[in-house]
């Protein structure tokens, strides 16, 4: 009879099968994440005027260009033109690209070299206003 009660005690402390011991384990793990304390905010501290920082704008890109158009109120067509090397065969390549500046007081006209200065947006194709005119044309 001993050997009898032997097998049942083991029975009744293993689950029947897999599945059911899987569900227990999961149930065990949970309370323990769960039991770890909230993540709280840390205060932050005042900053001492050491460490502050003056805040400053970004470099803004200046091109120098010559205008092409002058038809818009306000608004003129700058051609900028870059030199490139191709990256494969080393040969240096001319690259020319049209931007419109913002002319508050229409004085450019077409054929004046120009600096512009890129900024804000101005419209939906307008992120260049005009500095200054470096040449009028003859």
Same mark, same amino acid.
């Given at each position: 009879?001993a050997?009898? @009660?032997k097998?049942?005690?083991?029975?009744a402390?293993?689950?029947?099968?897999?599945?059911a011991?899987?569900?227990?384990?999961k149930?065990?793990?949970?309370?323990a994440a $769960?039991?770890?304390?909230?993540?709280?905010?840390k205060?932050? $501290?005042a900053?001492?005027? $050491?460490?502050i920082?003056e805040?400053t704008?970004?470099?803004? &890109?200046?091109r120098?260009?010559?205008?092409? =158009?002058?038809k818009m109120?306000k608004t003129?067509?700058?051609?900028?033109?870059d030199?490139? &090397?191709h990256?494969?065969y080393?040969k240096v390549?001319r690259?020319?690209? &049209?931007v419109?500046a913002h002319d508050?007081?229409n =004085?450019a006209?077409i054929?004046d070299?120009?600096?512009?200065?890129e900024?804000?947006?101005?419209?939906? @194709?307008?992120?260049?206003?005009l500095v200054?005119i470096?040449?009028k044309?003859?």
């Amino acid at each position: 009879m001993a050997e009898e @009660t032997k097998p049942a005690a083991k029975a009744a402390a293993k689950p029947a099968t897999k599945a059911a011991a899987k569900p227990a384990a999961k149930a065990a793990a949970k309370p323990a994440a $769960k039991a770890a304390a909230p993540k709280v905010a840390k205060p932050k $501290k005042a900053k001492t005027p $050491k460490e502050i920082k003056e805040v400053t704008r970004g470099y803004r &890109k200046s091109r120098q260009g010559y205008v092409v =158009s002058d038809k818009m109120d306000k608004t003129i067509v700058v051609l900028l033109e870059d030199r490139k &090397k191709h990256p494969l065969y080393g040969k240096v390549l001319r690259v020319s690209k &049209k931007v419109k500046a913002h002319d508050e007081t229409n =004085s450019a006209g077409i054929g004046d070299l120009v600096v512009i200065d890129e900024t804000r947006p101005i419209s939906a @194709t307008k992120n260049w206003r005009l500095v200054e005119i470096l040449e009028k044309a003859k």
